[in-house]
């Protein structure tokens, strides 16, 4: 699939290890959509409005990747159409790559 991701600069831009963080947030965030236990709280986390610091659409701004993109894929995550490696499990590293608007992950 070929998203391309539409975001003005974010005012609160993060870079190197701060922006692995938080596409890390993001990454898991999406394997929580396939665990029964976490389901329910990354869901209220994609779908909520706010822009406060930690928030979907703030983390969204500052790894600078469209919210829209992450949604769509979130969707398809819900639908079981795209599996995300690294559904939380007790010790378990997470893996996969969400790239952002410069290709960095």
Excluded: N
């Amino acid at each position: 699939m070929d998203f391309t991701p539409h975001m003005q600069p974010a005012p609160y831009d993060v870079a190197g290890a701060e922006r692995r963080l938080w596409t890390s947030v993001v990454r898991q965030a999406l394997a929580d959509l396939q665990s029964p236990l976490f389901r329910g709280r990354a869901e209220m986390w994609f779908e909520s409005p706010s822009e406060l610091p930690r928030t979907f659409l703030w983390t969204c701004e500052a790894i600078r990747v469209s919210p829209d993109w992450v949604r769509r894929i979130a969707a398809q995550v819900r639908a079981g159409e795209v599996r995300i490696k690294g559904a939380r499990k007790p010790g378990h590293r997470i893996s996969g790559k969400i790239r952002g608007r410069d290709g960095i992950a």
